[in-house]
């Protein structure tokens, strides 16, 4: 295959070109040195140098684009915050526009320094970036997704069973149409879902005009943040709880925000009592998601709660159909089942290898076989002989700890997130095939610090103890045992 790589320097320096080179001009490495200038200047040094400066290696190829993480955390994160970013960049020094697939490589997590990771977790923990300072509102989300194109399959049907009965819900028929929780693990379906109520919602309201509004967790603690640094809560509480259908996505990430969290339960209590429509997407069950206020746990658990779990093999196959129909990928029959059959991942990786494949199509001129299928993906279908990822352990973990996937990544040694790390070593070693030293190289430690937490979490197992941490209402005990059946119930 024909393919210009261009890869991220080691030390991740920008070099010379802040003033971009002509399209079409510029050598492997100018244009490397153009993408990393031009992502440098959009997004300010610390967010460049957490990012950008190690662990992440870029290659653009004839059809696509190929951003390799260092781990599933990195990769998720860029993908959600970042993939304009790097779109933009590259068409600016390729003069055409490129999907971006995103992957991931351990052997970059070498690249990554303490420093690095540390950085990373303060971002994420940050409230308020550099696109929403000094901004009264953040506008709502344009919605993605449609409630048409969710494959239900069996481990998804109670929940779009909900989400349409809550579209269809009017004022007063009751909290189980008017409140739906959905939990899971990443990639899953959780924001498709959310987003097409939405849409559904919006269109069945017909010329009523429903007042809805969808926002991640992150962007209403950053609403929230910039009301209190403007001084204008009435507009905030105004575009909040006048509303007809409230959704938020990630709501786990107000966990450990105690005034947020206050903020929050008052908005959701008028929404309440309104009759109006709440939707919330969430990593874990609620009363799973650490450091969170008991009194929105128990609003949380007031109406319908639901678990989406990982796509079975013929909804993995569904949603492959539809995405090869789509990206039109001539392939041979048994190409997609034999995907669906050993590629257990999310449904972004689904998507991902099917670009892939795209792409070799295209090039050769032929439909893919198996046999090349089997060879180009190699990579992801090494990654999930386990139908359970790190990442979906890193998520579930975080969540019930209070904590971010980026503070298990971080050097912080504190009582909770000491004690989430260990945890997730453990349940990796139990639940994925991947070695001590893939855990570590995945999550930024070394060896012997994966061995060390695993023996200490098999010690106080055999011998009955319980597992501390911190929480705003004070210490919190409970048997290691429980905790371990607890997560594990997230993502199993």
Known sequence: MERSTVPLRADGAAGPPDVPAPKGSASEGQAADGILATLRNRLGSQKFNAWFRRGIRIEVEKEYARVAAANTFVANWVEAHFQADIAEAIESYTGRKAPIVVTIDPSLASEMRKRQLDSQAD????????????????????????????VVGESNKLAYSAGLALCNGRAGSGPGFRLLFVHGSCGVGKTHLVQGICRAASRRSGKSRLRWRYVTGEQFTNDFVAALRSKRFDQFRARYRRLDLLAIDDVHFLAAKPAIQEEFLHTFDAIDAAGSRIVLASDAHPKLVGKLNEQLVSRFVSGMVVKIDPPDEA?????????????????????????????????RELEGTLIKLTALSALSGEAVDVTTASAALADHLARTDSAVTLGDIESAAAAFFGITAADIHSSRRTKTVSTARMVAMFLARRHTQMSYPEIGRATGKNHSSVVLAVQRMEKVLATGGELAWQTPAGKRRMPAAKVVELISGQFS
């Open 123 to 150: 971002i994420v923990r940050r409230t308020v970036d550099g696109r929403t300072r000094g901004a009264a509102t953040t506008p709502a989300a344009k919605l993605k997704y449609r409630l048409e194109d969710f």
């Open 315 to 347: 909804t993995r196959l569904e949603i492959l159909r539809r995405r090869a129909s789509a990206m039109k990928l001539r392939a041979a029959p048994a190409v997609l089942p034999y995907i669906a059959r050993h590629l257990r991942g999310s449904v």
